[in-house]
Nanobody, 125 residues
Framework: QSQFVESGGGLVQPGGSLRLSCAAYERAFDAYTIGWFRQAPGKEREGVSCISSVDGSTYYEDSVRGRFTVSRDNAKNTAYLQMNSLKPEDTAVYYC??????????????????WGQGTQVTVRS
């Protein structure tokens, strides 16, 4: 069964950076679109960014565009979310999700069947 495991969360000051990783235990990793989602206490899970397996397109939620960068290294079976200029409102549990061949709508959580366990990101002084 496919598994996807996040790492890299932690506590950082406003303006700081973190890089999240999503390691896949899946032979056909390159066939999976990877989405990054976050959920803050009392809020719904929201799409942050995604990278399509179909054509490599990347998508970003408006509040993170220009600050976050999604990428993948298929040789390492790993996807990344580089987060710069972090703000307190970025505090949440971050999840990676995966599904084969998702292209459009890849920021919608219901497009994904595989989810990691989540990693906490806390931004505060």
């Amino acid at each position: 069964q496919s598994q996807f495991v996040e790492s890299g969360g932690g506590l950082v000051q406003p303006g700081g950076s973190l890089r999240l990783s999503c390691a896949a235990y899946e032979r056909a990793f390159d066939a999976y679109t990877i989405g990054w989602f976050r959920q803050a206490p009392g809020k719904e899970r929201e799409g942050v960014s995604c990278i399509s397996s179909v054509d490599g397109s990347t998508y970003y939620e408006d509040s993170v565009r220009g600050r976050f960068t999604v990428s993948r290294d298929n040789a390492k079976n790993t996807a990344y979310l580089q987060m710069n200029s972090l703000k307190p409102e970025d505090t949440a549990v971050y999840y990676c999700a995966a599904e084969p061949a998702v292209s459009s709508g890849c920021l919608e959580p219901n497009r994904y069947g595989y989810w990691g366990q989540g990693t906490q990101v806390t931004v505060r002084s």
